[in-house]
């Protein structure tokens, strides 16, 4: 069986997409489309922009979103899948891409919470830290015992886990963590503390957009950030979607549960290989490519 994983911010480069756009005229056109939805002109940002611009949430998310669902819809028939996962923001070109949503519907909700999101970094400075090489479990124990908001954001591979939340929290989260015996305590250059409770403000304003956006009956299953369940109710996708921005994205979770129900090969869609590097370290035998 074959699942397609689309990764989330942070696999941005200049440069990507201009090849789909200057061949494929379907492709062209959905990205003109795009320009239009946005309000401004993200092709020329995308393509011939600097990194620094590329580094705004508000152009970042629907950056990584239109590559992946662009690249998706380029595959035409060969686009067959049996399930599909996105990280973080990843979710949303795979509800996407399973027919969940529209293509506009998506990029309007992806739009939304890029401005929401940089409007809740920038009401209170926070930032994350990636933790390797030191057990899950002893990571949460220590987050619990920090009197400041701290918390884990991303089980992304067995001793792989990102952590959010204020920037006095993660600096003593990092030092604690360092002293119990993690090999890295790496603190991440993020606009603020993703998937935590100080995105509670971005989660409310997003919840609004999502409940007035039509969600479709899928073609296979998404397996969902928020428990790393196979889900096809569109008002379950709906519901998980809403409590995504400020729960932890349980990756680890999500590629164990699709390889135990029967997945054999991981195409990744979009910018970037950084999930094939992650279901590797969950299987090392299995099959994972980019599309």
Known sequence: MKA???PGQGAQYI???KDLYETIPMARDMFEKANDILGFRITDLMFNGTEEDLRQTKVTQPAIFLHSVILAASLGDKFKPDMVAGHSLGEFSALVANKSLTFEAGLK???KRALAMQKACEAEPSTMAAIIGLDDVKVEQIC???KEIVVPANYNSPGQLVI???IKGVETACELIKAAGARRAL???VGGAFHSPLMEPARIELADAINSTIFNIPICPVYQNVNGQSVTN???IKQNLIRQLTSPVRWTQIMQNMISDGASVFIEVGPGTVLQGLVKKVKSDIEAYSA
Do not use: A
Request: no cysteine; proline share 10%.
């Open 109 to 111: 909700l992806v739009s």
């Open 187 to 189: 603190p991440l250059k």
């Open 164 to 166: 959010s939340g204020s």
């Open 4 to 6: 397609y994983v689309f």
């Open 234 to 236: 569109p008002d379950v």
């Open 144 to 146: 619990n015992q920090i």
């Open 15 to 17: 440069g990507m997409g």
